[in-house]
């Protein structure tokens, strides 16, 4: 197709599921040619505030936008993956996603309230992805990792640290161009109601300087085996420590 609005004229259900930083624009490109009461779902990690845009687009376009929030990674749940749908739209869709296999649950007739649950959460998510790098690589730097880990499992032994610490690093590796996009986006919804987002903006700055660690190759090449994939944080710890210390 030349353009979204060519791929989506005529569609009975068009899923948006772009980064986070194009959710207006792809509603911008796409609404034009919706048919009337045409399916929009919009999947994009975006703040309230850019979803209510996108659904004034589609519904001026004629046609019924919902809004969706992916509560958690897709692996290992890939279609069932925990979904929050949102809007005046959502309960009349909610059922035709459960035939298609989605795993979608209504968690308001307001939209917003479903996204908003989204970025609140990934305050939480990707921070604790960002502050781990940064404590983890700073204490490897010291020497100190193991003394940290140790009070960590003390404070929280419900957590395994070494193999959490892991995942976050190869997860904020190889996607922390769109999680920083996305933060971004969480950073939005703070500020939304008048708070001063400088945990998310935080966030948002570290996940992308990993990005840009990534992308010049420092982990290795995007696809191969050795990208992102070790198990052990520390491999990565030191890429990143070589890389600072080189001034380059």
Known sequence: MASHADLTAGCDLVISAVTADQTVAVAVSSAPTLGRGAWFLDFNSASPGAKSKAAGLVEAAGGRYVEGAVMTSIPPYRIRVPLLLGGPNAAELAPLLEELGFEAKVASEKLG????????????????????????????????????????????PGINWEKQGAYFFQRVIEHGRRRSEEVREVAATVH????????AQGTAERQAWVADLADAGLFGAKGSAEFARSADWRIEADRILAKVKSGN
């Open 113 to 156: 309230v479903a996204s908003a649950t989204k970025m609140c959460r990934s305050v939480m998510i990707k921070g604790l992805e960002a502050m781990v790098i940064e404590s983890f690589t700073a204490a490897r730097a010291y020497g100190v990792e193991d003394a940290v880990i140790a009070s960590l499992y003390e404070t929280f």
């Open 192 to 199: 939304e109601i008048g708070l001063t987002p400088w945990s």
